[in-house]
C-alpha cells in the first residue's frame, strides 16, 4: 500500500529529510547526554513520552533542567560529543544531494543544540531545538499542529511546506519521534521502531541499514529518469 499522502508525481523534484538521533548517528544523543549528566529522574521522563503520557516538548524541558548548567555548556560536554560518531555516508549522500540540487534538511526532537557541533555541512537546514540562556528553545514547534501540537520539533510542518512548493518528499527516520512524518511523506525509509509503525499500518516505506541505501535509491532514481 502506498502513503495515504502521497501526492506527488515521480517526476516531481524530491527533498530529503533525515531524523538525526540514531539514523544520522550511532546513539540517541539526547539519551546518551542525560544518562551522563542528568538526575536519575529523566528515565521515567522518558518512558512517558515513549508511553504517550507526555509531549517531547515538556518531556524535553524537564529533562534539561535535570541536567545542571555547568554541565550543559562545559568541557565534560564537549568530551561525550566528542564520543559520537555518525553514518560514514552521510558526507557522500550530502554531497550527491547538492551536485543534484536536491534540498536536504535535517529533523530532531531531541535537545538539537548539539547537531551543529556534530555536523558541519554546507546547504543543510537544520530544524531542531535550541539550548539559550540555559534553557530549551522551540522556535520550529507547531503548537497550533492538528496532528499532535505536543512536540518540541514539528517533523510534520518542514514536510508539508516542501510538499506545498512542488517537492515530493523524502524521510528518513527511525523511532517513535518519526511516526507522524512517516504519515506525511511521499517517500520513507524506515528502520527500528519506525518500520514496525509502517508494516502495521500499511505505510509503504524502504527498509535501510544506513544512509548509503538512501543514497543508491537517489542514484537509481536519477537514472530512472524520474528524479530531479
Known sequence: ??????????????????????????????????????????????????????????????????????????????????????????????????????????????????I??????????????ELESASLKFPHGSLACENCGLCGTCKVRPLAEAAARGYRTVYVGDGYSDLKAAEVADVVFAKGALRKYCATLGIDHYQYRSLADVLEWVVAEDASGRGP
Open 116 to 129: 551543529p557541533r556534530l555536523v558541519a555541512l554546507p546547504d543543510v537546514s537544520i530544524y531542531a531545538s
Open 1 to 114: 500500500m502506498l502513503n495515504p499522502s502521497c501526492r506527488r508525481s515521480a517526476n516531481d523534484p524530491i527533498a530529503v529529510f533525515l531524523d538525526f538521533d540514531n539514523t544520522i548517528s550511532d546513539v540517541d544523543v539526547t539519551d546518551v547526554i542525560c544518562a551522563e549528566f542528568a538526575k536519575p529522574k529523566w528515565a521515567e521522563l522518558n518512558l512517558a513520552y515513549l508511553n504517550g503520557q507526555v509531549g517531547s516538548r515538556q518531556a524535553l524541558i524537564r529533562m534539561c533542567e535535570l541536567i545542571d548548567d555547568d554541565s550543559r555548556s562545559g568541557g565534560a560536554m564537549e568530551s561525550v560529543l566528542s564520543r559520537v560518531t555518525l553514518d560514514s555516508s552521510l558526507s557522500g549522500l550530502a554531497a550527491e544531494l547538492r551536485r543534484r540540487s536536491i534540498p536536504l534538511a535535517i529533523v530532531s526532537d531531541g535537545f538539537g543544540f548539539y
